[in-house]
């Protein structure tokens, strides 16, 4: 699920999968839907 957090005064919408951040909610949430809860690969 996606979790709230702060960072730099500002708010951000993180994955629990991956730990992601977003800081649009609804770009946290439909990544969280794809997400197999692992890093993705495409980022080393
Ligand atoms: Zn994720």
Redesign the pocket.
């Known amino acids: 699920m996606v979790h709230e957090t702060e960072r730099d005064g500002a708010t951000w919408y993180a994955?629990d999968?991956?730990g992601?951040l977003f800081d649009v909610r609804e770009d946290a949430e439909s990544?969280?839907a794809d997400?197999d809860g692992e890093e993705p690969s495409y980022i080393q």
Request: net charge negative; proline share 0%.
């Open positions: 994955c999968g991956c992601m990544h969280e997400c």
